[in-house]
Each structure stands twice: as structure tokens, then as C-alpha cells.
């Protein structure tokens, strides 16, 4: 059993950065891929990137790549998500998720166990 809560969301300027935080606690974090998907208001949730457990393994949506950086530390059960030269567009809850296994980890459906969200608004 795995309990996330994810903090750090905000308002920002395009352009700007923020650095999102998902605290996890149960003793499968260290075992577990981690993953931050988006939800814009009437869009389906979206991938945005994903580590492995012993955070050897990264993976980022095309449309963040060289933007976001997803990080990890275990001894802190925390996962993190910098988001840099934010835009419009990135406007969305982001969630943290916890999964098992690094198989088809861009998929919402690969993940067991969800936090409740924070809100990430980027204005023009």
C-alpha cells in the first residue's frame, strides 16, 4: 500500500518554473515506478514522465522533454517533478502515481495507486 500527496503547485508567468513534490508513504515506495500525469479541464490524463525505482530509468512525454526533469529519493520517499520554461499549454492537475514494473509506465492504467492532485496554472 502506497499513499501519495502531491504539493508545490501553483501560478506561474510563461516561462517560469515550479518544482512539484509527491510525498509517498509505505514501506513499496523504494520499490516502485513512480509516474507524474496531467489533466486539463476536458482532456483525458496524459503522461508526462516517469523513474524506475532505483531511478536508473527516466521517460518524458515528447512535449516536456527538455523542459521537465522527474527525480527521486528514496531515503525521503519523494518524488519530484521540475518543470522549467513553463508554458500555456502545461496548464493542468498534475498527479503522482505509483506502479509496479517499468512495462507500458505512459499508460494511466499501469498504476496502482494515485495522489489527489495539484493544480498547475501557467498564464501568457
Excluded at 508513504?25 to 514522465?49: C, D, I, L, N, Y
Excluded at 508554458?87 to 498534475?94: F, I, N, Q, S, W
Aim: aromatic share 12%; hydrophobic share 35%.
Amino acid at each position: 500500500q502506497v499513499q501519495l500527496a502531491e504539493s508545490g503547485g501553483g501560478q506561474v508567468q510563461a516561462g517560469g518554473s515550479l518544482r512539484l513534490t509527491c510525498s509517498a508513504s509505505g514501506h513499496t515506495f523504494s520499490s516502485s515506478t513512480m509516474g507524474w500525469f496531467r489533466q486539463a479541464p476536458g482532456k483525458e490524463r496524459e503522461f508526462v514522465a516517469a523513474i524506475s525505482s532505483s531511478a536508473v530509468l527516466r521517460y518524458y512525454a515528447d512535449s516536456v522533454k527538455g523542459r521537465f526533469t522527474i527525480s527521486r529519493d528514496n531515503a525521503k520517499n519523494t518524488v519530484y517533478l521540475q518543470m522549467n520554461i513553463l508554458k500555456p499549454e502545461d496548464t493542468a492537475v498534475y498527479y503522482c502515481a505509483a506502479a509496479l514494473g517499468w512495462t507500458g509506465i505512459s499508460r494511466p492504467s499501469r498504476y496502482n495507486y494515485w495522489g489527489q492532485g495539484t493544480q498547475v496554472t501557467v498564464s501568457s
